[in-house]
């Protein structure tokens, strides 16, 4: 205890920030790491940028605005098209009013999300038809290959 008082009123912590093991953290063993050791700069960063693309991703929008953030999701394409094109701004207006603009609104937003699911099943039909083609092709040489081979040669 007496150790430890006398490394605070020394000075001496630096050991225990940049501390590479337990000992470091020691008061007793506090100065068994290094000189490098302690004074070299923390390379967590680097790693966490490295070792995952999501952990990055995350990292570098966390030192964004909330502004900035938006404006990259809002310029990445994705969201609705409608909504963009529209632009709808709350209003305060009667109920009897409001009924019909969200029947409105939600019909466009269903044609809207159907016509985007269907464009999608069909990309992906017109994929799943690229990928079966060789197969078939492959499939029909190997049955008339049999074919040729059960017909008796006269």
Known sequence: MAERRIMAANGNRSGATHATSFAGKHPELANDNPESFRQAPPLHREFDLARDPYIAKQIRAMEQTEAQ??????RSGGGSQMVKRDKPFPELRPECVQAPIRETFNRAWLR???????????????????????????QMNAETKMQKQRVPQR
């Open 112 to 138: 809207e999300q159907r016509d985007a699911r269907l464009a999608d099943l069909n990309r992906q039909r017109e994929q799943h038809r690229t990928l079966e083609q060789p197969e078939h092709t492959m």
């Open 69 to 74: 953030r938006r404006g990259d999701s809002e």
